[in-house]
């Protein structure tokens, strides 16, 4: 049987390669090392008019995190000066696709920005700047530099098991959070510090959003998880 194909939401940014600026569609490769120590074959999607479309060939949906934050107008709210909307094209993308898989079945996972797609995507509403809210920055860690952070997750919920364990400890680079779960969502995993949701999931299928960056780390299988759903939607 062939490998599951895991479609992996791609950025469009410009790259210098030599003599040569150009604009190239890319994601961090540690998330495709991820999917093929998985077994998985990675599939790039960079942003695409038709969403539905795009994912129409995959066997499963991860959307990754970026640089710059989900827009508030697609949950209401005007920007807070901290926020840094990505571009409009990707966001409109990642939504739409985001509910085209959803709509397919297909297992979905969201890292970091991607939980809040997944979270915006069907209703939720995200705080802007968690400073603010929790009163540190213990999230976000020095430029280029992951924050590390300890994350419990309920018993029995798809993050756990895609985990191994009901705690873990995580590497994160964000200053937004989930303030309202989505309708057909829940939470299933806090940071240890503050209860910051770290996790959200539905009650069927393989639908995670996670908050950390599992792809960072060799030994994580939330990545495995999601490649695993996919090989059973293949099937």
């Not at 939504?95 to 991607?114: F, H, I, N, S």
């Not at 939720?124 to 968690?130: F, M, S």
């Not at 240890?192 to 959003?209: H, K, N």
Request: overall charge negative; hydrophobic content about 40%.
């Amino acid at each position: 049987m062939s490998r599951p194909v895991v479609g992996v939401t791609a950025s469009l940014e410009e790259m210098t390669s030599g003599d040569w600026t150009e604009l190239t569609a890319g994601v961090p490769a540690s998330y495709v090392a991820a999917i093929q120590r998985a077994g998985g074959r990675a599939m790039l999607l960079p942003p695409d008019a038709d969403a539905a479309d795009a994912v129409e060939g995959v066997d499963a949906l991860l959307i990754t995190g970026a640089a710059g934050d989900t827009d508030p107008a697609a949950y209401g709210a005007e920007p807070h000066p901290k926020t840094e909307p990505v571009k409009p094209e990707r966001e409109r993308f990642e939504l739409t696709a985001a509910r085209a898989a959803l709509d397919r079945g297909l297992p979905v996972l969201g890292v970091c920005r991607g939980m809040h797609v997944l979270n915006v995507a069907l209703g939720g509403t995200l705080e802007q700047h968690l400073p603010d809210v929790v009163g540190h920055d213990d999230h976000t860690g020095s430029p280029g530099v992951f924050a590390e952070h300890d994350v419990r997750l309920d018993h029995g919920s798809l993050a756990a098991r895609a985990v191994g364990a009901e705690a873990t400890r995580v590497k994160s680079y964000h200053h937004q959070g989930v303030r309202e779960v989505a309708p057909g969502l829940r939470a299933t995993g806090w940071a240890s510090r503050d209860g910051l949701v770290e996790a959200i999931e539905a009650d069927d299928g393989f639908v995670l959003g996670v908050l950390w960056h599992p792809e960072e780390d060799e030994e994580s299988d939330v990545i495995g998880a999601l490649v695993r759903a996919a090989s059973r939607t293949r099937r």
